[in-house]
């Protein structure tokens, strides 16, 4: 399984925007394995200290679920952060998928 993610983040009018992009650089199809509807998540850092995170106060269904990648192929996934505060920061982005890893950080400024 060849998995690798990208992260991008977009401010517009005090709200940030990202995009969490996964592709398959591998062979074959890779089937993702969902616990729940969580997709992905998000956290957002200042000075090492978490700001914001996608899925905190977030319920999701407790339900199984999978999604297919095909060679070649990126899914994308986004979030959105409204109303923050000004000033320089880190995000990280990942899979809720089950044994895969496909990490992504950016840094931005608001």
Known sequence: MTLSGSLSATVREGAVEFTYEVANE???A???QFSD???HDV???EDGEEAWQFSEGMMFMQM???????PGESLSYTATWEDA??????ARAWLAANDVDAEAATSFSV
Do not use: I
Request: with cysteine; net charge negative.
């Open 26 to 28: 591998g062979d074959d």
């Open 64 to 70: 199984l679920q999978s999604e297919s990648c095909a």
């Open 85 to 90: 505060d000004p000033g320089e920061y880190e």
């Open 37 to 39: 509807s969580q997709t």
């Open 30 to 32: 890779v089937d993702l």
């Open 43 to 45: 956290v957002v850092f």
